[in-house]
């Protein structure tokens, strides 16, 4: 029988995210997490303005971000508010 403890190092390999199982996950690492999957659901290459297009280019003002309208995506520590941490907490607590 496999160690529970390899299976969540496991699953937190693929998620991108280890968190250790008895610490509480700080606002900034909650903050990044919202951020990683915010840049995961957006269908493009571009959702920030730090993201690089194909041809090795920065994406700057033709990021999703940078454009008004349409996709918001989180590109920021900042663009994470603390209602949206909080949120995370709640849906992610023991």
């Known amino acids: 029988m496999k160690s529970p403890l390899i299976l ?9 995210t280890v968190v250790a199982a008895d610490k509480p ?16 659901s ?6 920030c303005p730090y993201n690089v297009m194909k041809n090795g280019r920065s994406c700057g003002k033709r990021s999703a971000y940078s454009k008004p309208g349409g996709y918001s995506p989180l590109c920021y520590p900042a663009d994470v508010s603390d209602t949206m941490v ?3 907490r709640k849906k992610h607590s023991r």
């Open 25 to 40: 996950l700080s606002d900034a690492e909650i903050r990044q997490i919202l951020i990683q999957q915010s840049l995961a």
């Open 86 to 88: 909080e949120n995370y």
């Open 8 to 16: 969540v190092i496991f699953c937190g390999l693929v998620s991108g």
């Open 42 to 47: 957006y269908p493009g290459n571009c959702p």
